[in-house]
């Protein structure tokens, strides 16, 4: 097996098993992006605590196997970590994360979960039930 089948192998690990697909219990933080020329759309959602740690982190949307793929990839790795870690966390890193080659219109897709939890560390719930 060569490292680009092994990449695809953990791609579709992480599609067909995701890890956190969902809501989140609790959720403190979300936000949802949308990519409007393929139709992928994927929602984080946070739980911060009080010391600014990323207490739980979950996704769902509907969108290609690279998007979800990543999404759950992204919600492995920032779990528990801290608010800042998480900002520092760039777009490079999540391709680096992803680890397969993309297209630069597949990119797109891999950046989404990203894009949207980068956005939702700013954009806390108003909904007072999901406290």
């Not at 759309?41 to 979950?58: Q, Y």
């Not at 999404?71 to 608010?83: D, F, I, N, P």
């Not at 680096?96 to 979960?113: D, E, I, V």
Request: glycine content about 6%; overall charge negative; aromatic content about 6%.
């Amino acid at each position: 097996m060569n490292e680009e089948e092994i990449y695809q192998e953990h791609v579709l690990d992480h599609y067909e098993d995701p890890y956190q697909k969902g809501t989140c219990p609790g959720a403190t933080h979300a936000h949802e992006e949308d990519n409007p020329l393929c139709g992928d759309v994927v929602r984080m959602e946070l739980k911060i605590d009080d010391e600014g740690k990323i207490a739980d982190v979950w996704f769902d949307g509907t969108g290609c196997c690279i998007s979800l793929a990543s999404a759950s990839m992204l919600t492995e790795k920032l779990h528990g970590k801290s608010v800042d870690e998480a900002k520092a966390f760039a777009a490079d890193d999540m391709l680096t994360l992803f680890g397969a080659r993309l297209t630069p219109n597949r990119q797109k897709c891999c950046l989404l979960p990203w894009r949207a939890l980068q956005a939702a560390m700013f954009s806390p719930t108003t909904d007072e039930s999901q406290k």
